[in-house]
C-alpha cells in the first residue's frame, strides 16, 4: 500500500521557511517570486519522488532551492502553458 503525501497539511507549518526563501530571492534581485510560485515548484520537485517525504526533507528543499531550478521550473511551466497568440477560430481572409 503505497502512502498518500498530504504536503498541504504542512503548508502552514513551513510558511516560515517558504517566507525566508522569498526573502532570500528577493535580495539577489527576483523581485517577482512569491511564496505561492515557491510552493508549487517544491511540490513539483518532490512529486517526483517515489517514497514517503517527512516534514523535515520538506522543509530542506525548501531551504536548499537554488534561484536556477526555480527559473528553470518557470521555464518550464511557461512552455507548457497555452499558446496567447494562436487562435482556435481560423483567419477570417
Known amino acids: 500500500m503505497v502512502e498518500q503525501q498530504q ?3 504542512w503548508k502552514d507549518d513551513v510558511m516560515p521557511a ?3 526563501k522569498v526573502e532570500e530571492f528577493h535580495m ?3 523581485d517577482r517570486a512569491t511564496e505561492e510560485e515557491l510552493w508549487e515548484c517544491v511540490l ?5 519522488e517515489k517514497k514517503f517525504v517527512q516534514i523535515n526533507h ?10 536556477n531550478d526555480y527559473m528553470t521550473w518557470l521555464t ?5 502553458a497555452p499558446n ?10
Not at 84 to 93: A, G, I, L
Open 7 to 9: 504536503f498541504e497539511v
Open 18 to 20: 517558504l517566507t525566508s
Open 28 to 30: 539577489l534581485g527576483y
Open 44 to 48: 513539483a520537485k518532490l512529486r517526483k
Open 58 to 67: 520538506l522543509v530542506s528543499v525548501i531551504l536548499t532551492l537554488k534561484v
Open 76 to 80: 518550464v511551466g511557461a512552455y507548457k
Open 84 to 93: 496567447w497568440f494562436t487562435s482556435e477560430e481560423p483567419p477570417n481572409w
